[in-house]
């Protein structure tokens, strides 16, 4: 064989060998798995943080064995459009709240449930529990692999003059989200509700095409919400949960011990995910306090919660009846 060209094959093979992506595990010299994971926000919120947590927990017990891609800024779409992605295992992982999956899983729905859950404690206890149990057999029937419980914080009303009492709602236009479910809970107060796209509810609000509206202390702060609606009454009517979750085509290529590690690392990042939630709501109305947001107290509870026991009757065959959402409401 001629010397030259064995050398220059060698060069080459070597050049090659150098410019090839791998990653060394202890099973020897082998491409990481890419796990593509979308994101709404950017990396200063915990809905990003999540999954860097998720990540360093992961390649502590499997170093090398996944390339963590995060797309961020809803650059994959939104939520609906993401969990049809992972649904049909394009995407591998995100999060979702509830809300926006009961079209898949209508018991999920069980979570929107108004003036049911008292505190975040109350939420993690039933999530927790075998409500939590039965909603990721159902989830998994829809090709989600369900690893984590998460807590967006409660979501309260937000207004331009202070309101208390769940009569001085009647006439209101108030912005609602496109659910049933929420659209039942104000006609039931009297208001009028008018279903409107998160990005186009600061000028809704603006010009005067709604009154008010009902979001998360993180969500007011982070659109600049307490620049057109400065009060805030704390309801806390509804707790939006959501989940951690990844694709079942992905989740059913691990190996097990892979999904036992990945699943633990998943739980783990879900309660870090609810401080970061605590954390990020406490900077966020800081911030509109100073810019003139304004926290009220509601009166009356009994009233509030007398106008959403209306909505449980309409939910209760969708997730398992009355005595259901009675039972959790007591937990």
Excluded at 34 to 48: H, M, N, Q, R, Y
Excluded at 265 to 292: C, W
Excluded at 295 to 304: F, G, H, T
Excluded at 307 to 314: D, I, T
């Amino acid at each position: 064989m001629n010397n030259n060209i064995s050398r220059r094959r060698l060069s080459s093979l070597l050049a090659a060998s150098i410019a090839a992506p791998f990653v060394m595990t202890s099973r020897g010299a082998t491409a990481a798995t890419p796990v593509t994971i979308a994101s709404l926000f950017g990396a200063d919120k915990p809905e990003t943080k999540v999954w860097l947590k998720c990540k360093e927990l992961v390649d502590a017990k499997l170093p090398g064995r996944f390339d963590f891609r995060i797309v961020q800024n809803a650059a994959l779409g939104g939520e609906k459009e993401v969990a049809e992605g992972v649904r049909l295992g394009s995407i591998q992982a995100s999060l979702c709240t509830m809300s926006a999956m009961s079209g898949w899983v209508p018991e999920s729905q069980l979570f929107d449930a108004p003036f049911v859950f008292r505190d975040a404690a109350h939420v993690r206890r039933v999530v927790d529990g075998q409500a939590g149990n039965d909603l990721k057999t159902k989830f998994a029937a829809q090709n989600f692999a369900v690893q984590g419980f998460i807590n967006y914080g409660a979501r309260h009303l937000l207004t331009k003059e202070p309101v208390t009492k769940p009569s001085q709602l009647a006439g209101k236009r108030i912005r609602v989200i496109q659910s049933p479910l929420h659209t039942e809970l104000w006609k039931a107060f009297g208001a009028n509700p008018t279903p409107i796209p998160i990005p186009e509810t600061y000028n809704a609000l603006q010009t005067g095409v709604v009154d008010m509206m009902d979001l998360t202390k993180s969500a007011y702060a982070g659109f600049k919400l307490y620049e057109v609606v400065p009060y805030l009454t704390e309801t806390g009517h509804i707790w939006a949960t959501g989940v951690m979750y990844f694709s079942m085509p992905f989740w059913n290529s691990l190996k097990p011990e892979e999904r036992a590690i990945v699943g633990a690392a998943a739980a783990e990042s879900a309660l870090y995910f609810d401080q970061l939630i605590v954390e990020d709501e406490t900077a966020s109305m800081a911030k509109a306090a100073t810019a003139g947001g304004k926290v009220i107290q509601p009166e009356d509870r009994p009233a509030w919660e007398a106008g959403a026991r209306g909505v449980w009757a309409l939910l209760a065959p969708k997730v398992g009846g009355l005595d259901k959402i009675e039972a959790i409401a007591k937990a």
